[in-house]
Nanobody, 120 residues
Framework: QVQLVESGGGLVQPGGSLRLSCVAS????????MGWYRQAPGKQRELVAV???????RYAEAVKGRFTVSRDIATNAAYLQMNSPKPDDTAVYYC??????????????WGQGTQVTVSS
């Protein structure tokens, strides 16, 4: 069983910064990509930022230039550096991983989510 565990969420002021962390554990053969999605109340879950093993990244237009996704391959970790967050960034942030176990194809896995609230 693969598990993704997030940490680092909380309350942050507009213009401040916050860093989210995610660590994947369990029966992992390889990880093709890791990143972050978010869901605000009354809205659908949306991609925030994802990074593949080849180094390519994908960002939501709303966070481009403010958020940065990174990965530590050796520790199966992903991070989201949130600079200059805005109130509209308030949401539950979910870690995402496309992960292969030793005996099967890749599957999509999700963390439990961590609340990020941007408020002055």
């Amino acid at each position: 069983q693969v598990q993704l565990v997030e940490s680092g969420g909380g309350l942050v002021q507009p213009g401040g910064s916050l860093r989210l962390s995610c660590v994947a554990s369990g029966r992992i053969h390889s990880i093709n990509s890791m990143g972050w999605y978010r869901q605000a109340p009354g809205k659908q879950r949306e991609l925030v930022a994802v990074k593949a093993s080849d180094g390519s990244t994908r960002y939501a237009e709303a966070v481009k230039g403010r958020f940065t996704v990174s990965r530590d391959i050796a520790t199966n970790a992903a991070y989201l550096q949130m600079n200059s967050p805005k109130p509209d960034d308030t949401a539950v942030y979910y870690c995402y991983g496309q992960i292969r176990n030793p005996w099967s194809a890749y599957g999509d896995y999700w963390g439990q989510g961590t609340q990020v609230t941007v408020s002055s």
